[in-house]
């Protein structure tokens, strides 16, 4: 199977067939998670542990004062009318409160300019190997008592198959603004299932996307596929302070709980794809999502 950009003609085959069968596939990964040993503000201990584990945790990447400044820009963002009635804000499907504002750093010239700092995209340079461009930009707000979680997912296989993402060579990083509690529901990860590619079932439907981001059902894993990757590799819990982060490959599979605590699991996401990894069509769906969910401008950002 494969592919065709509709712009250029260019066919991309398709290594990753998701959302196609009626059974679950489990496929070895063909591409490294680290693409370069470039010296940088990554060690090489911490490229190892990434091409291993496929995550880094970062104890402090904001001072306290950047972390003052960004959490007044999120509770500027979350309060404003414009904002929250804007169609990049999603708001919890059991509340009215603000799950998550997309696109932020067209939203905020302050987290703009977190964005293209060299301690985060220049991160991002070092694992991929390339220069790099924003694919996504997000807050999860998780707000105290009720703030929703998010079932287990490869961010991957949604980009894959709806935002048309050839390879697997994109990473996110989350920057913590509120503590990450193992209660209020932090980021768990599988340590290696970026290794494997779990394919799912069930076709995707046209323009679910919205609903997939209050509550994401279709390109979720079968049960059985997650047990054998958390029997295989353990569940990590991605606790850390305010102002800490953690990169994780994309296709990590991933889920973080809800939130009962009356503490806030507010961060920041920035989702890192490599110039060489540029969106096709959707692998499997009727067309891509909004720009603001999957980017289509490849401007690399500046070094
Ligand atoms: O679909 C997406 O792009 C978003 N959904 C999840 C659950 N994680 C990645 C991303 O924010
Ligand atoms: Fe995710």
Redesign the pocket.
């Known amino acids: 199977m494969a592919v065709t950009d509709t712009a250029t003609g260019r066919r991309t085959p398709d290594r990753y067939p998701t959302r196609i069968a009626d059974r679950p596939l489990l496929i070895d990964r063909a591409e490294p998670a680290v693409w370069s040993n470039d010296p940088g503000l990554l060690s090489a201990d911490d490229l190892a542990s990434h091409q291993r584990d496929g995550f880094i945790t970062v104890p402090q990447l904001l001072t306290p004062d950047e972390v003052t400044l960004y959490s007044a820009e999120l509770d500027r963002l979350a309060t404003n009318a414009g904002v929250k009635a804007d169609e990049r804000t999603i708001v919890e499907k059991t509340s009215q409160q603000v799950r ?1 504002v ?1 696109e932020v750093h067209k939203l905020s010239d302050a987290v703009a300019k977190l964005v293209a700092d060299e301690r985060v995209a220049g991160r991002a340079r070092q694992i991929l190997g390339s220069d790099v461009y924003v694919h ?1 930009t ?1 807050i ?1 707000y998780k707000p105290g008592f009720g703030g929703g979680g ?2 287990w ?1 490869s ?1 991957f296989e ?2 894959h198959a ?2 048309g993402m050839p390879s697997p060579r994109a990473v ?1 990083i989350s920057i913590s603004l509120t503590e990450n509690f193992a209660h209020n529901g932090c980021l768990m990860i599988m340590p290696g299932s970026h290794r494997t590619f779990v394919s799912c079932v069930g076709e995707t439907p046209a323009d679910h ?1 919205k609903e ?2 209050r509550e ?1 059902e279709i ?1 979720t894993p079968d049960r059985e596929s997650l047990t054998t990757l958390a029997d295989a590799h353990g569940i990590q819990m991605l606790t850390g302070a305010a102002g800490s982060a953690t990169l994780f490959d994309s296709n990590c599979m ?2 973080s709980g809800s939130n009962i605590t009356p503490y806030p699991r507010s961060n920041i ?1 920035v ?1 890192f794809n490599s110039v060489e990894n540029t969106l096709v069509e959707p692998f499997s769906a009727p067309s891509p ?1 909004p720009t603001y ?2 980017a289509r401008d490849f401007t690399p950002l500046p070094r």
């Open positions: 998550s997309f996504q997000r999860n998010f079932y997912h961010d949604t980009w709806e935002d996110s996307y997939s981001l994401q390109g991933h889920g996401f989702v999502r969910i999957g």
